[in-house]
């Protein structure tokens, strides 16, 4: 199967061969077809399975055959991601695709200054890909209206459900004209996206790449079970191993991600942190740091990461295990990309045994030991009003018995007397 029988147009057969796009990945063999009978697609598939394309060629190749012109202030097609940094990934691949062809496709997110982004709306565009917040700000002062926009794509729902967005997007497609293409996209199935498709899909084509919660296979899972505060000198070591290649590592708090990036850059590495505290233009320097290899390390917060397509990066750290096990999948997802292979590690402290047990339920997989032991019995509390971030050796921390210790707790079992285990969410 390649694009020709997909039945797009010449041009933009053309244009993806341009980029090296010559075999359509399967959610797009799958999802091409009935998009382009403007049939309503749900698809399940992660960042990294080709689906921007998946939901983007069929939309350019109508808007091409179309060949109407915007009104100002309208769009002809939205698509709608979670985060700023999804969203300028999806408009980059689309402004690949419509390279040389009529279509203007602009971005709208926060972050950035609105006026700009009221003036790239006066005269309409083509594609308009936003953020649900952004949007809304730009709707509420009559810069944009969406009563011409006949095709929609959610993506990353399942994400927007997490971070709050439900009212955004019940708002936003409420001012959609009911004559239109929905397609959603998700990398994974919760409850509650039935309902999201059912208000705004009508009979939906399903498709669907990975079972719900299933990492891609090319990607080689491992646990360490480390003490909290051996996390840090382990993963150095990790590092170290192979300095030249990209890696991607995960912190639990903003606190925690910045004080470990220190960390790492003290170590040597060329390392950036992204996370909420960092102003957007920090957040695209160090994106674009990484993507250039002038950064190999990236410690990242999920949600300044979401979404990032990096195709270098081959190592994914969760130096703290997630609380959410879909952010797992998405973590981890970060890695592989477009048929590369990559290495995803997990540690796991003593008070992480529920988010490790969480995450290989949710997978219906066990994660290979890499070293240490899954840890059994009564787990000591951790100290509460720390920022969850890694703590120094010998810094006067607390030891599993509660009296100061002054050297690291290696990769041992606790020994002390629990009161058993508390989550930290901080
Ligand atoms: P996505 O899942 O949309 O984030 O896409 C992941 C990456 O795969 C992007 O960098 C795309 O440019 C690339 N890609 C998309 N479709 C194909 C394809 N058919 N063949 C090779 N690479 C692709």
């Known amino acids: 199967m390649d694009f020709d029988m997909l039945g797009l147009a010449p041009r933009l057969i053309a244009a993806l061969k341009e980029q090296g ?46 060949g109407v012109k915007p009104n100002p202030r309208t769009a002809r097609a939205l698509v709608l991601a979670p985060t700023r940094e ?106 509650q996206m039935e309902e999201l498709a059912q208000a705004f899909l009508t009979n939906p084509v399903k498709v669907q790449v990975n079972p719900p919660g299933q990492a891609v296979a090319k990607i080689v899972q491992s646990v360490h079970f480390v003490a909290q505060r051996a996390k840090t000198d382990l993963l150095i070591e990790l590092l170290d191993k192979h300095r030249d290649e990209l890696a991607l590592v995960f912190g639990r708090t903003k606190h925690g991600s910045e004080k470990l990036y220190k960390q790492l850059e003290a170590a040597g590495f060329a390392a950036a942190a992204i996370h909420g505290n960092k102003s957007q233009g920090q957040r695209d320097r160090a994106i674009s740091d990484l993507r250039s290899g002038r950064v190999r390390v990236l410690v990242a917060t999920d949600v300044a990461a979401r979404g990032l397509d990096i195709p270098g990066i081959r190592h994914v750290y969760n130096y703290d295990l997630p609380n959410v096990p879909e952010n797992y999948v998405h973590r981890i997802g970060r890695t592989a990309r477009a048929g590369a292979t990559g290495n995803a590690v997990a540690f796991c402290a003593p008070d992480e045994m529920g988010e490790l047990k969480d995450i290989q339920k949710a997978m219906k997989a066990t994660i290979p030991v890499a070293s240490g032991a899954p840890w059994e019995g009564e787990i000591p509390s951790k100290p509460r009003g720390n920022s969850g971030g890694p703590r120094r050796f010998g810094g006067g921390a607390a030891n599993a018995s509660g009296k100061p210790s002054g050297r690291p707790q290696q990769n041992r079992r606790p020994g002390g007397p629990g009161k058993g285990r508390t989550r930290t969410a901080a």
């Open 86 to 191: 999804l969203a300028k990934q999806i408009a980059d691949n689309l402004i690949a695709y419509t390279a040389g062809t009529h279509l203007k496709t602009v971005l709208v997110t926060g972050g950035a200054g609105i006026v700009g982004q009221i003036n790239k709306m006066e005269r309409g565009v083509s594609l308009l890909v936003a953020t649900p917040g952004r949007l809304i700000d730009l709707i509420d002062r009559r810069a944009v209206s969406l009563a011409e926009t006949r095709f929609l794509v959610l993506d990353e729902a399942d994400q927007m459900l997490d971070l709050g967005f439900i009212h955004a997007l019940r708002r936003i497609a409420a001012l959609l004209p009911k004559e239109r293409q929905t397609m959603l996209f998700s990398a994974t199935m919760p409850k």
């Open 21 to 66: 796009i010559t075999d359509p990945t399967p959610i797009q063999t799958q999802a091409i077809p009935h998009a382009m009978n403007g049939r309503d697609v749900m698809g399940l598939a992660q960042t990294g399975s080709g689906k921007t394309a998946a939901f983007g060629l069929p939309m350019i190749d109508a808007l091409i055959k179309n």
